[in-house]
């Protein structure tokens, strides 16, 4: 892991209110948790930041450590890491990803 991976890292979950790092993208997931979060941040229509993290290792390892979380995908909201996938589909089945989503949502 490089100071500059992390220093992207930052900017990026620090510049943005919601960010996911996910393997593939909104429109092409890569694997299925992946997909699964990307699906119920669309239900929200919340506009996200979305990165890749199989475009770069020193990304891929880099947020692992960022985070101190295992496993990809990894959601942050307003620079708090927020879990992976299955912490998000307990907080959306629950309602609490809606509460925390509500005042990002474009109708808002």
Avoid at 42 to 49: D, F, I, L, Q, S
Avoid at 57 to 84: C, H, M, V
């Amino acid at each position: 892991m490089t100071d500059s991976a992390q220093q992207q890292i930052d900017q990026v979950v620090k510049g943005n209110d919601v960010v996911l790092f996910m393997k593939g993208s909104p429109d092409f997931p890569q694997c299925g948790f992946s997909q699964r979060v990307t699906a119920i941040l669309n239900e929200y229509g919340v506009p996200y930041a979305a990165v890749n993290v199989l475009l770069s290792d020193a990304i891929r390892q880099g947020i692992k450590a960022y985070s101190d979380w295992p496993t990809i995908p990894q959601l942050y909201i307003k620079a708090e890491f927020i879990g992976g996938c299955d912490i998000i589909s307990e907080m959306h089945a629950s309602g609490e990803l809606k509460e925390l989503l509500a005042p990002l949502q474009k109708d808002a």
